[in-house]
């Protein structure tokens, strides 16, 4: 019954055959990295794997995402999501499978995430005769800071899907350990970006200038004073400033400085009303020390991230099915952290389900976390995020699917 698909998806996916298929996949993208909305070739790679699968799809969608379908073409309608890009950053890992593209690597773990996809499309492709629904395959671009996810969402690609899963590898949990919670995982995050123009002079003759460092430096301090003083104590939110340039010389006051940074909250109310505060408090603070100042905050090309927030019943989904396939002592608990994901595009418009797969194996020492120059993947991980996304996706089509339709053959019988 759905109790035993869990544990037969994992026993599947650990068979070589699956295991050796994803491991290469997934080193032959992490040879060949590339960054948001550049993923022609994962993108050709995804689709020549669909063909041979037999799995029909979409494409381009976002200007490399791909859509596959299996199972009954019919409602219900559940979606299961990897990301594709890489990250532009030089790998400092040495071994065989070692970026071969100066500056680009995945360290991220987003080559994992599509071969785990494309795994769960393999098992649940040999079963979809089974299916009571259809599973959406969404291989989506730009996760880190490009919206591929809104973009693929604007494009339509969530029409009649009940709900859709999306995993993230992590160094901080053990290989068959998974973390979540419900309710709020994720911040909603934005970025700003300010110009603080003076009058550049000679730095001995500060009266002749209007100097924008010291101008910077008290923008700098008042924003800190957004969470400090401004936001409920109780209510998580961050402003940082990442970034300020301005002056070349020890003896020269620049005509202008540039800041920017990030800053996130739990709720879309405060998301917006720091992204009010901030425009307010560097422009009028700017003139306090006689200085202009104009902010941007790349709405367009960096899109605001929701909240990324888990829904309450999925949650209960997830836990019977991880809790048959892992045991309840391997779902852990996660708190809510600052960081943003870009599956909350999908979350916001339907039921969304983001969890954390552990891949951390504690013979082998901590790893190094994502966006490190030395991240690593731990391979042995693949199965159960492969079998973890089929059998959400599959249990959750025999749960939902309406009564009326005639029941198919059943998973109990074949797996
Ligand atoms: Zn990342
Ligand atoms: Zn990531």
Not at 42 to 50: H, M, V
Not at 60 to 82: D, L
Not at 115 to 140: C, N, P, R, W
Not at 193 to 220: F, M, R, V, Y
Request: glycine letters at 8%; one cysteine or more; aromatic letters at 8%.
């Amino acid at each position: 019954m759905l109790a035993e698909i869990p544990s037969k998806f994992l026993n599947l996916a650990k068979r070589p055959e699956l295991f050796d298929y994803m491991v290469k996949i997934r080193r032959s993208l992490h040879e060949n990295p590339e960054l948001g909305y550049e993923e022609f070739e994962t993108s050709k790679l995804i689709r020549n794997e669909l063909d041979k699968m037999g799995i029909p799809y979409k494409y381009p969608i976002a200007v490399t995402g791909v859509i596959g379908y299996i199972g009954t073409g019919n409602p219900p309608f559940v979606a299961i999501r990897a990301d594709m890009d890489a990250l532009a950053m030089q790998e400092a890992v040495e071994w065989e499978h070692k970026s071969k593209v100066p500056g680009k690597m995945h360290a991220c773990g987003h080559d994992a995430h599509v071969a785990m996809l494309l795994g769960a499309a393999k098992m649940l492709q040999e079963y979809h005769s089974d299916l009571e629904g259809t599973i959406v395959l969404v291989f989506q671009p730009a996760e880190e800071g490009g919206g591929g996810a809104k973009r693929m969402r604007d494009a339509g690609i969530l029409e009649n899907v009940d709900a859709i899963f999306g995993l993230h590898v992590s160094t901080r949990y053990p290989v068959g350990a998974v973390a979540t919670r419900s309710g709020p995982v994720l911040a909603g995050s934005g970025f700003f970006e300010a110009k603080i123009s003076g009058k550049g002079g000679h730095a001995a003759l500060p009266q002749h200038t209007i100097d924008p460092i010291l101008a910077s430096s008290n923008i700098i301090v008042s924003l800190q004073h957004l969470v400090s003083r401004e936001a409920d104590p109780l209510d998580s939110q961050v402003v940082t400033v990442a970034k300020f340039q301005g002056g070349h010389a020890f003896n020269v006051i620049p005509d202008s400085v540039t800041i920017g940074g990030t800053f996130r909250a739990f709720s879309k109310e405060h998301l917006m009303q720091l992204k009010h505060r901030i425009e307010e408090v560097v422009t009028l603070q700017a003139a306090v020390q006689r200085c202009n100042a104009s902010v941007h905050f790349y709405a367009d090309e960096k899109p605001f991230y929701p909240v990324t927030v888990n829904d309450k019943d999925l949650h209960k989904h997830f836990h019977k099915i991880a809790g048959h396939m892992l045991g309840g002592e391997n779902i852990k608990e996660v708190q809510p952290i600052m960081g943003a994901e870009d599956f909350s595009f999908f979350a916001e418009a339907i039921p969304g389900y983001f969890y954390y797969l552990g891949m951390l194996n504690e013979t082998e020492g901590q790893l190094e976390s994502g966006h490190s120059p030395y991240f690593k993947v731990n391979e042995d991980a693949l199965p159960y995020g492969a079998a973890l996304q089929a059998s959400l996706a599959a249990t959750y089509l025999l749960e939902h699917h309406s009564p009326t339709t005639t029941p198919k053959g059943s998973f109990h019988d074949e797996l």
